[in-house]
């Protein structure tokens, strides 16, 4: 079982500034995020038990945090406008097979976040443009297991990246705008859209849709 005291020893971590100074006893009740160069924990999870050893275990030993060599299709989409809880996907498309041959992440938020972004980045590869489009937030879910019941919104954040991600390959390739919408199933009314507050693929259309 992967509890958060291993997660400290396996990620860079970061205490809270205090103007006081603190005794060893009082700085080891305070709240320790799991910050490294492509994962920002800014929400404190003091409630570990909540989690599925799955879920932890992914934030423990993520494999795929971080931007691939070649990455040529990126998606982005959060919680907050401000980006304080989302999540990027990079990909590395093989341009003959339409193929994801390498994939990686970026995440900001609770452990949630985290780990359904290793697993829509590890759910990705060596998938087809297709393919990756079928990927659901249920596929997440079973993947990432349990999560406090205010944190499963982060399943469908991580779905529409993967949207976000295959959009901006088919923009790339040169298609229009509303073959894009259709190919992807863009619509500001499903639940996906809604619960992402920020889409990098809507601020791409949106630009297009003004030159």
């Known amino acids: 079982m992967t509890n ?4 400290k020893k396996k990620h860079s971590v970061y205490i809270r500034n205090h103007k ?3 005794t060893e006893e009082e700085k080891a009740t305070l709240p320790v995020f799991i910050r490294t160069r492509d994962i920002f924990q800014d929400e404190y999870d003091s409630h570990p038990n909540y989690y599925s050893d799955e879920a932890l275990d992914i934030v423990a030993n993520c494999q795929n945090a971080g931007i691939p060599e070649g990455t040529n299709a990126v998606g982005m989409t959060s919680k907050s406008k401000r980006n304080s809880i989302g999540l990027q996907l990079f990909g590395v498309l093989d341009p003959e097979t339409k193929t994801f041959v390498k994939s990686g992440f970026r995440a900001r938020g609770c452990i949630a976040m985290i780990a359904s972004a290793s697993i829509a980045a590890s759910l990705i ?8 489009l079928a990927i659901s937030a249920q596929d997440i879910k079973e993947r990432v297991g349990m999560v406090p019941s205010d944190k499963s919104y982060t399943f469908q954040v991580a779905e529409e990246a993967i949207r976000a991600l295959v959009g901006d390959a088919y923009l790339r390739e040169g298609l229009e705008a509303d073959v894009v919408k259709a190919k ?5 009314n499903q639940i996906n859209c809604i619960t992402s507050e920020n889409c990098s693929l809507r601020s791409q259309f949106l630009e297009l849709k003004f030159k």
Do not use: M, Q, S
């Open 4 to 7: 958060l005291d291993e997660l």
């Open 184 to 188: 992807v199933k863009c619509d500001k």
């Open 125 to 132: 590869h060596n998938k087809k443009l297709e393919e990756a």
């Open 20 to 22: 006081k100074k603190l």
